[in-house]
């Protein structure tokens, strides 16, 4: 049973971007993390980095500084509100149970971080604040992109969501008739803000537009 989150608790979020497809969801979290946390604590792999790169033509440097301030610029978000972590950051708040926040978002998440976290492998920053919110009976909020899955990953979305986090895969509905690839992607960012407590601006929920009565 996953606990209630008072606003209190909405004050703070962890977002992780992984190297499977679709930075493009990440980016666009972040963006709307922003507007409604009072602060992002964010982490990207190596692997999401290269994805980054290829997908979104953005080349982010490895020092979390220098992402912080170039990620604050493109997406026009207020630097203040973004802490950008490194891998290896164990003193950060998101390393432990005391001081974490208890809602986390891994977008895209691979299958290697889904088998990393899901075998509690807590090898790097990333992998340990998913471990912790787990833990702490939080909000873990995963967004795996494969396909198709294999038996494995299989697996290992299933141990994740009986260990309480919620699964939810990359994959749009076309019943609100997306015209662009932003609608595709506000799809599914409006599913995760639900999840969160956020209500999702511009978002139709399913049975007003489509109502036939
Ligand atoms: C362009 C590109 C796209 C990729 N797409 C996926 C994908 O959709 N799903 C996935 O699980 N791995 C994908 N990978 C492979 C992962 O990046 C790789 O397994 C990596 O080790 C994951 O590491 P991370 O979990 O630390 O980010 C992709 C790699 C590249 C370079």
């Not at 895209?108 to 833990?135: F, H, Q, T, W």
């Not at 396909?147 to 509905?173: D, K, Q, V, W, Y």
């Not at 015209?179 to 407590?197: Q, T």
Request: include cysteine.
């Amino acid at each position: 049973m996953q606990q209630q989150f008072t606003p209190d608790s909405k004050c703070a979020i962890t977002l992780a971007i992984t190297g499977a497809s679709g930075a493009i969801y990440g980016l666009d979290l972040l963006k709307q993390f922003t507007d409604h946390y009072q602060q992002v604590y964010l982490m990207i792999s190596d692997a999401g980095r290269i994805v980054m790169a290829t997908e979104m033509s953005l080349k982010l440097p490895e020092s979390p500084k220098k992402i912080q301030q170039i990620l604050s610029e493109q997406l026009d978000i207020d630097a203040d509100k973004l802490m950008v972590l490194a891998k290896e950051n164990w003193f950060s708040k998101v390393a432990s149970g005391s001081a974490a926040p208890m809602q986390m978002v891994i977008c895209p998440a691979s299958m290697g971080c889904i088998s990393a976290i899901a075998n509690g492998a807590s090898n790097n920053l990333l992998e340990r604040a998913a471990d912790v919110v787990l833990k702490e009976r939080g909000q873990l909020i995963l967004l795996p992109r494969e396909m198709p899955f294999s038996t494995i990953h299989l697996r290992n979305l299933l141990a994740l969501s009986e260990a309480g986090a919620c699964i939810m895969p990359t994959c749009p509905g076309f019943y609100h008739q997306p015209k662009n690839i932003d609608d595709l992607v506000s799809f599914v960012s409006a599913r995760v803000l639900k999840h969160l407590g956020i209500e999702p601006k511009n978002f139709t929920p399913w049975g007003y537009a489509n109502s036939t009565d």
